[in-house]
């Protein structure tokens, strides 16, 4: 018994003194040209994309001959009841649909449909393209 431990402390004193961080080293990356061109037309695309996935409210959604009017209609009365939101009025085929808000998580939206659902009783949540948020210094 003694003789095992006196090995197994001579081997901890041989593994020791190895045992120390590796010195810092230069990394060279190999990789095809068509990896830089594809990084720099994501960042191209991006640049001009001026939106993020997110959440909006529809507030309206309606086709027929009075809807783009009614669409309208209903934007102008959400800008005068809430001036701080931003109102979309978008055609996507065949309904007129009006569009409010861009919120980040679907938690955002929920709580505000809450707000105003006594005067737009038919809002709900979807997925949608959303602006980037505005920086307030």
């Known amino acids: 018994m003694k003789r095992i431990c006196c090995i197994l402390i001579f081997i901890l004193f041989l593994i020791i003194p190895g045992l120390h961080a590796q010195t810092v080293g230069n990394v060279e990356i190999i990789q095809d040209e068509k990896v830089d061109e594809l990084l720099k037309k994501h960042v191209k695309v991006n640049e001009v994309a001026n ?7 529809n507030i309206f959604f309606q086709s027929g001959n009075n809807s ?20 979309y009025v978008v055609y996507e085929e065949p309904n007129f649909k009006v569009k409010v808000g861009d919120f980040r998580t679907r938690m955002e939206a929920r709580g505000f449909v809450q707000q105003i659902k006594m005067d737009f009783p038919d809002a709900f949540v979807i997925k949608d393209l959303i602006n980037f948020p505005k920086i307030t210094e």
């Open 51 to 57: 939106t993020i996935p997110g959440f909006r409210i």
């Open 68 to 87: 783009k009017a009614g669409a309208m209609q209903c934007k102008s009365n959400f800008i005068a009841k809430y001036p701080d939101i931003e109102a």
